[in-house]
């Protein structure tokens, strides 16, 4: 309790406006026709992320994603 009297808040929150971030990733690959084997020669990865509070998280963020999205097998 404060010296004043207790603490009291109230809030509410409708979801809007949302935050919004988008991100381009692209990528120069080499493929093997015999075997249909891909390498990933370049990737580039572009953010719009707003306002960046942590850019070290950010960073992390988008090497994470890139790693994941490059280690992704299709078929």
């Not at 010296?3 to 093997?32: I, K, M, N, Q, Y």
């Amino acid at each position: 309790m404060l010296a004043e009297g207790p603490l009291v808040a109230h809030g509410s929150h409708d979801g809007t406006p949302r935050s919004l971030a988008f991100t381009v990733h692209g990528a120069r690959v080499a493929v093997h026709r015999p075997t249909g084997e891909v390498r990933v020669l370049h990737s580039v990865q572009a953010v719009d992320a707003g306002t960046v509070l942590n850019p070290e998280q950010l960073r992390g963020q988008v090497e994470g994603g890139a790693a994941q999205a490059s280690t992704t097998t299709v078929g």
